[in-house]
């Protein structure tokens, strides 16, 4: 046997252990032995029968949950089993919060405790109350809303009192207090509340130099808008005036930008809607030359991983009244397929696959990239090139084509028959294109 996340060894009981017990249950459950030393060597215990009588009473009348404790036998001994089950209520040990991550026993304090507490008490963090008022709502917001939602809501554009509308859309708590969903979706002025719910995107030359820089603010159908607006202004777009290699009139020309607008818009609202409002880092957009990337505070929540996320999956809403509002809109559709709506669409543009980030530090965030170039130096690893035969394609996308003799100039090391193998292996590869004969040949990308 093996210590792992959910399991932990301990020679003999120590009331201490009461930590370990309460981690578990603020967590995912787990077993705790007695009678087994850290390295996995059974060890036993005496006095077993009394273990099996006051462990349980110990648990029950400190950390108030009822474990399962038994007695197991391995190797010819006797060892103690605590299995301790989630709790669905905050366990607490000597007034603190604890939780397993990893191996690991933390305290949870600042805005992972707020989080977890809310999280154990079956709220959302946009459903709890403020003081907004109805005058503070944005009616033109509304109005655009009930357009967009007449599909979903067949009835909601034939409202016309504004109070039964954000009745109905549950945007009211029991007390008739505008949520923090309400406000942030529909007031005049969110950051008046919440001085951090904003959208900070900018334009990078590198990861330290700054061209542009965009605040999008206001409830956050706007701040999409403006988001959108503020990418868009930093893309390049051509125009495709042929179907099938045949010319159409400039009217139904296609305009083809340097990624897929829809997937980007995709990110946004799934920032929007997934961030960790409690966290007060804004939602940040990064434009380089050749990548965008989506950040937002807030991990993954659980059970949902990187690895779902590239399929068809179900998900825990960190914010649902926002999410419902987005779904009504038509912004977004079955839950849980934005991610291989961004995919799919990222394909359909010849790009790579989006990359999806997570950091589970604290908090945690989440990151999507968009690279513009499919020949990213991941994508060059994946087909087996070694790192000159990734360097020499990287010259070449640079220069825009290449010698043999030229490429002597960069390695003056290597032999040009070898350079000359590197070039024929990405020729092979399709990924490269051989122009001309002998001394006159040369490569370019494909």
Known sequence: MKEKQNIEFKSNWKDEFLKVIAAFANSEGGKLYIGINDKGK??????????????????????????????????????ICIEILPANFPVFYEGKIFIRSGSTIQELSGIELSSFLLNKTGQTWDSLPTEAQIKDLDIDTIEIFKKLAKDRLPLIE??????????????????????????????????????????KIGRFKSDTEIIDTVIAEGNIFQQLNTAMSAIKKHLNVKFDTTVDGTEIDSL???????????????????????????????????????????????????????EKLKGPHSVKQRNPLIASIFYYAGLIEAWGSGTTKMIKLCKEHNLPEPEFKESTEGIGDFTVIFYKDIYTEDYLQRLGLNERQINIFKIIKAKGQISTSLLKSYYPDVSEKTLYRDLKKLVKMNIIEEMGVKKGRKYKII
């Open 252 to 306: 139904s020309r296609k305009d083809i930008w340097d990624y897929p607008l829809e997937a980007l818009r995709e990110a946004i609202i799934n920032a929007l809607i997934h961030r960790d409002y409690l966290d007060t880092s804004p939602i940040q957009i990064k434009i380089f030359d050749d990548k965008i990337e989506f950040w937002n505070a807030g991990k993954l929540m659980p059970p949902l991983t990187i």
């Open 158 to 199: 034939k409202e016309t009192n504004i109070e039964n509308l954000i009745e109905k859309l549950k945007l009211f708590t029991k007390d008739k207090k505008l949520t923090r969903a309400g406000v942030l979706l529909f007031s005049k002025d969110p950051q008046k509340y919440f001085l951090t719910a904003y959208i």
């Open 42 to 79: 059974v060890l036993g215990v005496s006095k077993s029968k009394k273990l099996l009588e006051d462990i349980p009473n110990k648990i029950k009348n400190k950390l108030f949950i009822v474990p399962f404790v038994n007695i197991e036998e391995k190797e010819g001994k006797e060892i």
